[in-house]
């Protein structure tokens, strides 16, 4: 029966927590900007959210649980979550690529952050979640 050493759960802890704290500020983001500077998400902004969200609480259980289990979960969310921005992030540099995905009332092309787009930050923020989670090894039994 083999185990890990202790060095792959500090190193575990310290990504998890890193994930964590990436997602918590990008959800604390996300909030200041829709009921603090009152930006209205579109609906590919709500795709990323929903990604986004859940990632908050299962990361900060597995950071405190020190539970590398959660890799295939949460970095199916974060990729997915990179997809959604992406995809978004190609709405606003070619218009018209997402006509029928954006009906809402808020078109998925307005800047409202134009030297530094809010697709781009969470786009980074799934990024460096899904590098951290990928480093993430479970313990061998």
């Known amino acids: 029966m083999q185990t890990s050493s202790p060095s792959t759960f500090d190193r575990n ?3 998890l927590a890193f994930a964590w704290l990436v997602a918590l500020v990008a959800t604390l983001g996300s909030l200041y900007y829709s009921e603090v500077r009152n930006f209205i998400p579109c609906t590919l902004c709500w795709y990323q959210r929903i990604a986004m969200y859940p990632l908050v609480f299962l990361l900060g259980i597995a950071t405190w649980r020190n539970d590398a289990g959660i890799r295939p979960y949460a970095l199916t969310l974060s990729l997915l979550g990179l ?9 606003l540099w070619v218009p018209g690529v997402a006509p029928n995905v954006c009906k809402g009332p808020i078109p998925c092309n307005v800047e409202y952050v134009p030297s530094f787009p809010i697709p781009l ?8 979640i899904s590098v951290a989670l990928f480093w993430v ?5």
Do not use: D
């Open 13 to 15: 802890a310290l990504l």
């Open 83 to 91: 997809f959604w921005s992406s995809y978004h992030l190609l709405e």
């Open 121 to 128: 930050q969470a786009g980074i923020a799934f990024l460096f």
């Open 137 to 141: 090894r479970p313990a061998r039994r």
